[in-house]
């Protein structure tokens, strides 16, 4: 290896909490003098797992046997695998019993020690499984993130769920909730606004408890409304809020800092009360409305998304019904949609009235035919706008379409004019212009609706915060 620097190649599965780890996993393997490599014979090749639904399973499961081949062809490539998965004790057996290729296994509570362990399985020549249950709150200053996206500073405030929806594995895999110190993330957000990040994504699995393991400190509308008022970036995002815990002053304070997104992503899960109460989400379909309805009068301009879950056990078409409805009510403009499914551990997995499959899959095709109306119809209720855009780069099936998204979260293709200038400068030609206006933001007039996305035309672009 003399010579010639190790590198690395991280795969990521699953939410935002599981990227903003990968980028601090890239930031070790940074510092322990690997470099990142996108190709197929990396010297380390690192799975960073989802276990939210089993369909991420099989996916693991597919890739290690990828792996497996690759490795026969260089055996002294080291596989490594964390994330969620690692806490499900019958992946971990699978992972152990057939897949004898992987050299190092760690769990989303340990992913600090990735070093040591590391360390451990080349000076040993052992393998290592370290997936421990010790409720470690990693402070983002003792890790050094490698950020993958120039736009978007993606910021874990909280770590954990309290809340055991009885379908969900998180609270088993990522443990108790636990916040982090105020202070500790207002001196990282001021360094990020400092690097030039014009967008920072507050994460946890449910924002909206953020603080309350120390009753006397700031809660979460505190936080969002100190960060706001410090100026430090131009849209403030946050992701997940729950129904449960999202107070009215939460909404006041999104409707009086327009640095704020105009965007709200609040889980529903399903419009039925029996079915809420059977998955333990702690409110009812009326409160859920009160928050919706209350957010469209003080937002006018924001939008509302969602997840919603088809074929939970015992639903019946008459619960179905109360979900068709309550989307009709609150007219989402997007939404995640998902089948149920049957997580080991978790309460829900015991529950013996399954819905069979072809009512799941026929609910299913009915829920999306009027959710995509729907997102198309709010699509089209901002065409003939022009709305500020912050530029994510080139979109991935155009060359010269670039990708951006509005403070509302609408998803934005753009085309340049010819002779368009970037502050002083004409723009650089060809692939160049994506990496030139990351990060930037842009006045985009919107064209055409579609359901997923808007297709629209750069008119300006916007200097200064
Ligand atoms: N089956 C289907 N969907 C699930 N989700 C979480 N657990 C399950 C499950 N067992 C969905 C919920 C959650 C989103 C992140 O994933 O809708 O809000
Ligand atoms: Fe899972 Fe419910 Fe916690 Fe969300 S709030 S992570 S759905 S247990």
């Not at 695998?81 to 057939?98: A, H």
């Not at 040993?124 to 990693?138: A, C, G, H, N």
């Not at 003080?298 to 409805?325: A, N, Y």
Request: aromatic share 8%; net charge negative.
């Amino acid at each position: 290896m003399l010579g010639r620097v190790p590198t690395y190649r991280i795969r990521t599965y699953g939410c935002q909490l599981n990227e903003s780890d990968s980028e601090k996993m890239a930031g070790l393997f940074e510092r322990m003098g690997l470099s990142e490599d996108p190709g197929d014979s990396p010297d380390v090749l690192l799975m960073n797992t989802c276990a939210i639904r089993e369909n991420a399973e099989d996916r693991l499961f597919g890739n290690l046997g990828v792996w497996k081949a690759l490795k026969a062809e260089h055996p002294n490539m080291l596989i490594i695998v964390c994330g969620c998965m690692t806490k499900i004790p019958e992946d971990l057996n699978r992972i152990k019993k057939s897949f004898s290729h992987v050299d190092v296994v760690f769990g989303p509570q340990d992913i600090h020690r990735l070093p040591e362990l590391l360390y451990e399985r080349v000076s040993r020549e052992v393998k290592i499984m370290q997936v421990s249950d010790r409720d470690y709150l990693p402070d983002d200053d003792d890790l050094p993130a490698v950020r993958c996206r120039k736009f978007r500073a993606l910021v874990p405030i909280m770590y954990g769920c309290n809340n055991f929806c009885t379908y969900c594995v998180v609270p088993y895999t990522r443990g108790r909730e636990r916040s982090r110190e105020f202070d500790r993330i207002i001196d990282q957000l001021r360094e990020l606004s400092e690097k030039g990040f014009e967008e920072v994504m507050l994460l946890g699995q449910n924002v909206n408890s953020y603080g309350k393991d120390a009753p006397d400190k700031p809660d979460f509308p505190d936080l969002i409304e100190t960060v706001s008022k410090m100026n430090l970036f131009s849209r403030i995002r946050f992701m997940t809020s729950h129904p449960k815990d999202l107070s009215d002053r939460l909404i006041d304070i999104i409707a009086q800092n327009p640095s704020i997104e105009r965007h709200l992503h609040l889980p529903f899960q399903s419009g039925s009360n029996d079915v809420l109460k059977r998955m333990n989400r702690g409110y009812t379909r009326e409160r859920y409305l009160e928050i919706a309805l209350r957010y469209r009068a003080l937002v006018p301009d924001g939008t509302l998304s969602t997840d919603i879950i088809v074929g939970f056990p015992g639903e019946t078409e008459k619960d179905f019904q109360d979900t068709l409805d309550l989307m009709e009510q609150v007219q989402f403009d997007a939404a995640f949609t998902f089948i149920y499914s049957a997580r080991p551990g978790t309460a829900a997995a015991s529950f013996s009235d399954s819905v069979p499959e072809e009512v799941v899959s026929d609910r299913f095709s009915r829920l999306l035919a009027l959710q995509n109306a729907h997102s198309l119809a709010s699509n089209q209720s901002v065409i003939g706008n022009s709305e500020e855009v912050l530029i994510e780069g080139l979109s991935h099936t155009n060359e010269s379409v670039f990708t951006g998204r509005t403070s509302s979260n609408r998803l934005i293709n753009f085309t340049i004019p010819d002779g368009t200038v970037l502050g002083a400068d004409p723009l650089p030609l060809g692939g160049g212009t994506g990496a030139a206006i990351e990060g930037k933001r842009a006045i985009i007039r919107l064209l055409k609706a579609k359901t997923f996305s808007i297709e629209g035309q750069l008119e300006y672009f916007i200097d200064g915060r």
